[in-house]
């Protein structure tokens, strides 16, 4: 009696501390989205494709080499063309198809391109993504930063937004979840990126492109690149100080036009025989670098970086238009093309993910993925599986991509859909719908209803067109595109001579049989 009277404060003690061990939950880990602006495949020094280039030798991008090397490295990473259509598939986990914002947004209500020659675009979600269905022209949305706010995350957004039109809630990324928001409005692009110049248009002037909420920078010697850097980081010291998991969007304007030198880095490049757009456009990587470099020595120097997750993506292309002074200052080769294309050059992204305890160090996945996937991916990162949503999500999760499972997602279709005109000429610029599937990507030119059909793995800058030479490929892919997009309810433009409708691809087919 004496021994079991010993033995009770002590099963008393195991008791508890097993009931302990299941009921806690475990630590939901810390998440930071990366995002770059218009930032190509080729514009760093990390080789994403099967050898180095002259691109990776000529930007130093050590930070991306780190995280690299210290996670996983996403070869086929996909986007939209175009930046708004890719940050509104990213806040909703939808196909561009589905949700309609298939082109830039700014003013509410407007166009703000002119339809390429030839064909009326439909009316398009110009207002962009809303958490509301009291917007015309918009899509209805539940944002998935608005899910880990409600499950207990501290959600921030730090730069740039541009989800939805100025004068619209959806331009204010605190009507979508975001418990902080510095520097994130209607606009995609900066008026300056020099603190000197207040990083506005015009000093003197109020501009739509003004960035807001900068002004303890106004004045100063600060790249607008470094600001972000700054105040993200102060945004996360607020978070910890809650002791409470946290979601930073730190959405860098850069390397978007205009392209302003970092004085940081701009003398560097122009010593290594650059020309002044090329230089200035190099410092700009250098200094998004610099960023990244940054966050990863504040999350190790908190003592978090065992629990929190990075990713690391680009909203769209390089741009590979002739720009000031006439000359280039984005190159995607071997990828064809840039910004505004179906080609490679102007979806194909680079992206790299360290997740602690889930990722390899150093390793690389050739798994194909797009842009909608990372919706339901970060809520799974986020422990996170009940929840609900107004729209249909298209997104699939890749964690099993990060754990190394490599599931067969090759056969998986990805698509994309672009009733709209950007501007720019070169390939794959106007309006289309393309689908990829496996190696192969086939894409359906509205203007003339024509197609192009690419082997990816075997000629990744699109230099032969296989329409001829492989049929039954051809065939076989624009049923799938059109029955997806036929699911979708996908906008078709109209061509103007006819009035009539773009056909479906695989009518086109079909009348040729």
């Not at 959600?155 to 740039?160: E, F, L, P, W």
């Not at 207040?198 to 000093?203: A, C, E, I, L, V």
């Not at 560097?268 to 998004?288: F, V």
Request: hydrophobic content about 35%; some cysteine.
């Amino acid at each position: 009696m004496k021994n079991l009277k010993r033995s009770i404060p002590l099963l008393f003690l195991v008791l508890l501390t097993t009931c302990q061990s299941v009921t806690s939950p475990p630590q939901k880990p810390n998440i930071i989205l990366f995002m770059v602006d218009d930032m190509g495949w080729q514009d760093t020094s990390v080789p994403f494709w099967n050898k180095k280039t002259a691109f990776n030798d000529r930007y130093h991008t050590p930070n991306m080499e780190r995280l690299a090397s210290e996670g996983l490295k996403l070869t086929q990473a996909y986007a939209t063309p175009v930046c708004s259509p890719t940050r509104v598939s990213l806040i909703s986990g939808m196909n561009a198809a589905r949700h309609r914002v298939t082109n830039w947004t700014l003013r509410r209500g407007k166009y703000m391109v002119q339809p390429p020659k030839g064909l009326q675009i439909p009316r398009w979600n110009l207002n962009g993504a809303q958490p509301t269905d009291s917007i015309e022209l918009a899509i209805h949305i539940t944002p998935f930063p608005q899910i880990l706010r409600d499950n207990g995350y501290h959600t921030i957004h730090v730069g740039k937004a541009h989800f939805g039109a100025e004068g619209t809630p959806g331009a204010n990324p605190s009507n979508l979840g975001f418990q902080t928001n510095i520097a994130g409005h209607a606009a995609g692009a900066p008026g300056s990126y020099y603190g000197k110049e207040n990083f506005k248009k015009y000093t003197d002037k109020n501009s739509i492109w003004d960035v807001p909420d900068l002004s303890k920078h106004h004045g100063k010697e600060v790249f607008l690149t470094e600001a972000l850097t700054l105040e993200a980081m102060d945004a996360m010291d607020i978070a910890l100080n809650e002791d409470t998991p946290f979601y930073l969007y730190l959405s860098h304007y850069a390397v978007h036009t205009p392209i302003m030198g970092d004085p940081r880095y701009e003398q560097k490049y122009i010593e290594k025989g650059l020309d002044s757009i090329e230089a200035k456009y190099a410092s700009m990587i250098e200094g998004m670098d610099k960023s990244l470099g940054d966050i990863l020595d504040f999350v190790a120097k908190k003592g978090i970086a065992d629990n929190t997750i990075i990713l690391f993506m680009s909203d769209n292309g390089g741009l590979s238009a002739v720009a000031r002074g006439g000359k280039k200052h984005s190159h995607n080769k071997p990828l064809s093309s840039g910004k505004g294309s179906i080609h490679e050059g102007g979806i194909r992204e680079p992206m790299l993910v360290k997740w602690p305890g889930v990722t390899h160090p150093n390793s690389v996945s050739n798994q194909q993925l797009i842009i909608e996937d990372f919706y339901p991916t970060i809520l799974e990162m986020a422990q996170i599986s009940n929840y609900k949503t107004v729209q249909k999500i298209d997104g699939i999760s890749f964690t099993a991509i990060l754990k190394g499972n490599e599931p067969s997602l090759l056969e998986r279709p990805l698509f994309w859909h672009y009733p709209n005109n950007w501007g720019p000429s070169g390939p794959g610029i106007g309006a289309f719908s393309a689908v990829r599937l496996g190696d192969y990507k086939l894409i359906y030119y509205h203007i003339d209803e024509s197609f192009e059909l690419f082997d990816i793995r075997n000629d990744i800058g699109e230099t032969q067109n296989l329409t001829t030479i492989n049929p039954l490929k051809k065939v076989e892919l624009a049923k799938i595109l059109s029955n997806y997009l036929r699911s979708v309810d996908a906008q078709m433009p109209t061509h103007t001579k006819t009035g009539n409708q773009v056909s479906w691809p695989d009518t086109i087919i079909d009348s040729k049989i």
